[in-house]
């Protein structure tokens, strides 16, 4: 069973950068493609970027395609999250999660979520 951890979140001004990273433990890690998703207060959660288990095939939602860079490291266990031209409604919380098949936009794709990050966009 993979175990993962997200880190990197924080406090950061309108078109500032963040770079989130998800460590898993297990050593079947670079076998799965993974995701990130958000979830802001009193709404759902969306999805945000997926990369399959090569890193050669990425996949984002509209809302930050072009700003935001998914990426994995499979050496060392880890996707990674680069956020760019950050914006106000980008405040959230972000979980990466395990791909287990079917849609990479659907939360009921995934598994093995971690506890999140928070990440804040002041105006």
């Known amino acids: 069973q993979v175990q993962l951890v997200e880190s990197g979140g924080g406090l950061v001004q309108a078109g500032g950068s963040l770079r989130l990273s998800c460590a898993a433990s297990?050593?079947?890690?670079?076998?799965?493609?993974m995701g990130w998703f958000r979830q802001a207060p009193g709404k759902e959660r969306e999805f945000v970027a997926a990369?399959?288990?090569?890193?050669?095939?990425?996949y984002y939602a509209d809302s930050v395609k072009g700003r935001f860079t998914i990426s994995r490291d499979n050496a060392k266990n880890t996707v990674y999250l680069q956020m760019n031209s950050l914006k106000p409604e980008d405040t959230a919380v972000y979980y990466c999660?395990?791909?287990?098949?079917?849609?990479?936009?659907?939360?009921?794709?995934?598994?093995?979520w971690g506890q999140g990050t928070q990440v804040t966009v002041s105006s």
């Open positions: 990369i399959n288990w090569t890193g050669r095939s990425t």
């Open positions: 297990g050593r079947t890690f670079s076998s799965y493609d």
């Open positions: 999660a395990v791909f287990t098949g079917g849609n990479y936009y659907y939360t009921k794709s995934y598994r093995s």
